[in-house]
């Protein structure tokens, strides 16, 4: 098997916020709102989601203040970016079989 699932991007919420920052060009970001779309998940849900993100150095939060509210833009990292790859070569290892047979 190609490595090990990055347990922090394993969780299926996180997965999909890492795998639409990745579809971004490097150094863009989407707002909490667009990604908030994209995961389905709650306020509360992805913020909870982006702190464990932010802390374990995957992504990168940035509040701009917009008139009496405040705007959350959101991008991936280069440590980020990394350990998605990884992640995604953990995943096809599992779809092209090479994980079979090992360990039986």
Known sequence: ???APDEVIHQS???RIMTALDA???GAALDFARLKRI??????????????LEKAGYIALEK???????????SITAAG???????LLFLR???DGTAAGEGD
């Open 64 to 74: 701009q203040p917009v008139g009496k509210r405040t705007r959350t833009w959101v």
């Open 13 to 15: 919420t996180r997965l």
């Open 93 to 95: 290892s599992i779809l």
């Open 81 to 87: 970016r990394a350990a998605y790859a990884r992640h």
């Open 24 to 26: 971004e060009a490097a």
């Open 39 to 52: 995961t389905g998940a709650t306020d509360g849900n992805l913020g909870a989601h982006l702190t464990t």
């Open 1 to 3: 098997m190609s490595g």
